[in-house]
């Protein structure tokens, strides 16, 4: 017979020898007092009489676009960004032909091929790295 049991109250795996014979539950349980009843406490409902304020107008929603993730925050931040680059492209192309040339270059990648007035691109300047 193995020498651990378990008792029927704590669920306490202890030695053989804290049992009385055959008995489920160890002297620990027998011999220790019974714990008090609970008393129910009673709880104390209050109203508040102050008026609440109105309740605020729903904001009025933009037309939705119909493509995935038009909630998503991010995916909305970079459909506006892109629209502003493709703004900005059209109103100055010269301008943004250098700032992309330049950011690629920093980046060490190739130049584009073509500029948007069909002329092929100069070659990049390469700048030195950023410290700090």
Do not use: Q
């Not at 008995?23 to 129910?40: F, I, S």
């Not at 709880?43 to 037309?63: K, N």
């Not at 700032?99 to 980046?107: I, W």
Request: charged share 35%; with cysteine.
């Amino acid at each position: 017979m193995s020498g651990w049991r378990r008792c029927d109250t704590c669920r306490k795996v202890r030695p053989a020898e804290d049992f009385d014979g055959d008995a489920t539950t160890c002297r620990a349980c027998l011999t220790a007092p019974t714990p008090a009843p609970r008393k129910r406490t009673t709880t104390v409902t209050t109203r508040s009489t102050t008026p609440r304020p109105p309740a605020a107008a729903p904001a009025e929603r933009g037309p939705r676009t119909g493509s995935d993730g038009s909630g998503d925050l991010e995916v909305r931040e970079r459909r506006a960004r892109r629209s502003a680059t493709d703004a900005l492209v059209e109103s100055h192309p010269e301008e943004f032909a250098l700032l992309l040339r330049d950011a690629r270059a920093r980046e060490g990648l190739r130049p584009l091929s073509a500029e948007p007035d069909g002329e092929t691109a100069p070659p990049a300047v390469a700048l030195p790295p950023d410290e700090g």
